[in-house]
C-alpha cells in the first residue's frame, strides 16, 4: 500500500511526496483534510489517543488524516472515514486554509487543509488506535467550551471548528 503523503505550495498544487513522518520532522508543507460530522444542532467530535504522535488526549473534529500519493481528497475522505469512524457519508467541502504549528517535541504540522461536512445521525464505530472516546456535543456548548478552555482542542479544530459552527448554524440546524 502507498503511503506517501502529498506536498504541495500554498496553492495548494502537488510539488511532490514524501511520508508522513518526514514531512512531519522537516516541516513540508502537504494536503491533509478534516472531516466534521453534524446532526440536529450537535457536533461528533474525537479525543484523540493519547499515543498518537501529537495532539494526543486533545479534542477534535470526527475524522482527519492526508490523501495519498495517486488517491483523491473524496477517496481520502471515503477510507478515512470508515476506517476511523466505521462509516461513510457523502461530504461536502466547505472551505480550506494553511496553518503552521511547531510542537514541543520538534515536530512542525504544516497543512493545506481541507475543510469537509457531513451529516449523519447513524451508529459508529470508534477505532480506538485513532480516538480514545467520542461523543456528541451541542453547538453552543462547543463553542462555549472553544472560548473558556481552548487548550483541550487541536489546533486546527480550533481555526476551523468556528467557521463549521456558524456555517452549521446558517443552516438553522440546531
Known amino acids: 500500500m502507498n503511503n506517501e503523503i502529498i506536498l504541495v505550495d500554498i ?8 511520508d508522513k513522518e518526514d514531512a512531519h520532522k522537516k516541516g513540508l508543507l502537504h494536503r491533509a483534510f478534516s472531516v466534521f460530522v453534524i446532526n440536529g444542532g450537535r457536533m461528533l467530535i474525537q479525543k484523540r489517543n493519547r499515543n498518537k504522535y501529537h495532539s494526543g488526549g486533545l479534542w477534535t473534529n470526527a475524522c482527519c488524516s492526508h490523501p495519498r500519493k495517486g488517491e483523491t481528497l473524496e ?33 512542525v504540522e504544516y497543512e493545506f487543509d481541507h475543510v ?39 489546533v486546527w479544530f480550533q481555526i476551523a471548528a468556528p467557521k463549521v459552527l456558524a456555517y452549521a448554524n446558517s443552516l438553522g440546524t440546531d
Open 11 to 18: 496553492f495548494d498544487r502537488e510539488t511532490g511526496y514524501t
Open 75 to 107: 477517496q481520502a475522505v471515503e477510507r478515512r472515514m470508515r476506517e476511523e469512524l466505521g462509516f461513510s457519508s457523502e461530504a461536502k467541502e466547505l472551505f480550506s486554509f494553511v496553518y503552521r504549528h511547531e510542537f514541543a517535541d520538534g515536530l
Open 116 to 154: 469537509f461536512l457531513t451529516d449523519y445521525d447513524g451508529e459508529y464505530e470508534l477505532n480506538t488506535e485513532e480516538a480514545e472516546e467520542a461523543k456528541w456535543i451541542g453547538f453552543e456548548e462547543l463553542a462555549e467550551d472553544l472560548r473558556v478552555e481552548p487548550q483541550k482542542y487541536t
